[in-house]
């Protein structure tokens, strides 16, 4: 039967202790207005309120990106890649394969591959059967292929991609060393002339500086404020 495409919830675990953090701290403060210790007087009501919207707010705002604003900053990241339709694509930290998928749907005779290691931390449902049948629902799965890989150690031989895609991943890699490693393997499977397009609300400046150190030209695009956390663009390209 048909189905329709499912791409999940980023970082549902933030999301969950949120709210619950949110729910406690407006529970305590509407049963108990203020609490005496000694010959202390802590006013509960309505400070705590405020706390709960500030743990709230920003969990429905997450919430809000992962089943709308996705969307958009999808189709916003792939706009920077000058598209024939013979490309060969690279998604790093494809999750469910939302860029995967939404870039298959821009080729016809090319050909779109997406890595993960699949952290259930990251995504909600985040495994291969799920990103499978993304690609189903989405029509593409003959244009598109699925590898376990780590983006600090590629299988891929040089110049193998036209366009690398990677959003919302490699601020995963806790250690600077292991973020650089990957950006080394993104440059070093690159097609002389291919385009880099990453998306984060992380170490962007030191992407950038990665990548111009290993001889690219690079674009910082502006915050989008649509998104939350509010995300930037980086567009890197290899001139030869």
């Not at 469910?96 to 290691?117: E, N, Q």
């Not at 292929?145 to 299988?155: D, G, I, P």
């Amino acid at each position: 039967m048909p189905h329709r495409p499912d791409y999940g919830v980023d970082a549902p675990n933030v999301i969950r202790n949120l709210i619950l953090i949110g729910i406690g701290f407006a529970v305590v403060c509407l049963i108990w207005h203020r609490v005496t210790v000694g010959a202390i007087t802590f006013i509960l009501f309505p400070g705590l309120l405020f706390s709960a919207a500030f743990c709230i707010a920003p969990a429905l705002l997450m919430l809000l990106y992962a089943k709308v604003g996705k969307f958009r900053h999808r189709d916003r990241i792939l706009s920077y890649v000058p598209w024939r339709g013979d490309e060969q694509v690279l998604d790093v930290g494809t999750g469910r394969g939302l860029l995967l998928a939404g870039a298959a749907k821009r080729l016809t005779t090319g050909h779109a591959i997406g890595i993960d290691v699949w952290n259930a931390e990251d995504l909600s449902g985040n495994n291969e059967q799920n990103l499978l049948s993304n690609l189903d629902a989405e029509g593409v799965r003959a244009k598109a292929e699925v590898l376990n890989q780590n983006a600090r150690k590629m299988s891929f031989p040089d110049a193998t991609f036209d366009a690398v895609l990677s959003n919302l991943c490699l601020h995963n890699i806790y250690e600077k060393p292991g973020r650089l490693e990957a950006c080394k393997e993104i440059v070093r499977v690159l097609k002389p002339t291919g385009v880099i397009v990453i998306s984060d609300f992380r170490h962007i400046a030191e992407y950038r500086r990665n990548f111009e150190q290993l001889g690219l030209q690079v674009i910082s695009q502006p915050l989008n404020w649509d998104t939350f956390p509010p995300l930037r663009i980086l567009v890197a390209r290899k001139t030869r």
